[in-house]
Nanobody, 130 residues
Framework: QVQLVESGGGSVEAGGSLTLSCAAS????????MAWFRQAPGKEREGVAA????????TYADSVKGRFTFSLDNAKNTLYLQMNSLKPEDTAMYYC???????????????????????WGRGTQLTVSS
């Protein structure tokens, strides 16, 4: 079982940058697909980005495309979400999630649907002020 712990959240002004981290308890370099989600108060959980096994392929929600970068450090078993040009509407609790690839539950195509992921962190809060 994979345990995920997010960190790096905080408060930043609009236009600023921040990097979130997600440390995994086990090896997630291959055989797992991972994703970042966010949830603002009163809103549904939204898929932000997903990454395939080994970190070689990514997909992003239109709302963050070109501003956020999802990466995986295999040696550190850590996921990163580099966020640039932050906007107040990016304010939310950010969660990382993972799913082990299995027959019939392939990682392809990459998914940003919450129901497709089995392991979740507890989240880290990002607040962007205008």
């Amino acid at each position: 079982q994979v345990q995920l712990v997010e960190s790096g959240g905080g408060s930043v002004e609009a236009g600023g940058s921040l990097t979130l981290s997600c440390a995994a308890s086990g090896y997630i370099g291959t055989g797992y697909c991972m994703a970042w989600f966010r949830q603002a108060p009163g809103k549904e959980r939204e898929g932000v980005a997903a990454i395939g096994p080994g970190g070689f392929s990514t997909t992003y929600a239109d709302s963050v495309k070109g501003r956020f970068t999802f990466s995986l450090d295999n040696a550190k078993n850590t996921l990163y979400l580099q966020m640039n040009s932050l906007k107040p509407e990016d304010t939310a609790m950010y969660y990382c999630a993972a799913r082990r690839e299995a027959f019939g539950r392939w990682c392809w195509p990459l998914s940003t649907r919450a129901n497709d992921y089995d392991y979740w962190g507890r989240g880290t809060q990002l607040t962007v002020s205008s």
